[in-house]
T-cell receptor, first 122, second 108 residues
């Protein structure tokens, strides 16, 4: 059974830092690209970041570029999101999700973790 | 950037009703459109990909249609477990995808 479990969320002051982790199991982690998606309270889903299986390609949504860093450790079956210079507007539940490309029809986020709440407030 | 607009933002329906949710893309995305279901306090779950293909294990009362800029998610006969928020997502610009704002399906 595929499982993704986030950890590391919490309350942080504006300008602070936090690192989220996502522990993967039930599949061969090193063969999948992964992604982070967030959801602010009462709002819709927002894609945050993406990393390929070998970390050779990484991308971010514009609002987090230069502040967030995605990385992974395939030996530990883990995905990470280092978040620096946090802003109030970064407050959200952060989900890690498995990225699956389907030839000819695009891509899907086919498995998601339960999410980790990050609250940025003074 | 491709903007995804869903309508309505919420709706009230009864068990057994036919429900239709619309998603519009700001530019042509072909069939690169996915639908997710999210229950309160839970993670999203993939329902439909490539506009009309049901993910494994998803009941056949769910269906998707459309291409280009206009898409529809239909629940043919609403069940109690279907009350949730539904979001569309374009994967035309993968991995930099974008989601619609969501449609909350509530009990009438």
């Amino acid at each position: 059974e595929v499982q993704l479990v986030e950890s590391g969320g919490g309350l942080v002051q504006p300008g602070g830092s936090l690192r989220l982790s996502c522990a993967a199991s039930g599949f061969t982690f090193s063969t999948y690209s992964m992604t982070w998606v967030r959801q602010a309270p009462g709002k819709g889903l927002e894609w945050v970041s993406y990393i390929t299986r070998s970390s050779s390609t990484i991308s971010y949504t514009d609002s987090v570029k230069g502040r967030f860093t995605i990385f992974r450790d395939n030996a530990k079956n883990s995905l990470y999101l280092q978040m620096n210079s946090l802003r109030v507007e970064d407050t959200a539940v952060y989900y890690c999700a498995r990225f699956t490309a389907i030839f000819g029809v695009g891509s899907v986020f086919d498995y998601w973790g339960p999410g980790a709440l990050v609250t940025v407030s003074s | 950037d491709i903007q995804m607009t869903q309508s309505p933002s919420s709706l009230s329906a009864s068990v057994g009703d036919r429900v239709t949710i619309t998603c519009r893309a700001s530019q042509n995305i072909g069939s690169y459109l996915n639908w997710y279901q999210q229950k309160a306090g839970k993670a999203p779950k993939l329902l439909i990909y490539a506009a009309s293909t049901l993910q494994s294990g998803v009941p056949s009362r769910f269906s998707g249609s459309g291409s280009g800029t206009d898409f529809t998610l239909t629940i043919s006969s609403l069940q109690p477990e279907d009350f949730a928020t539904y979001s569309c997502q374009q994967s035309h610009t993968t991995p930099n995808v974008s989601f619609g704002g969501g449609t909350k399906v509530q009990i009438k």
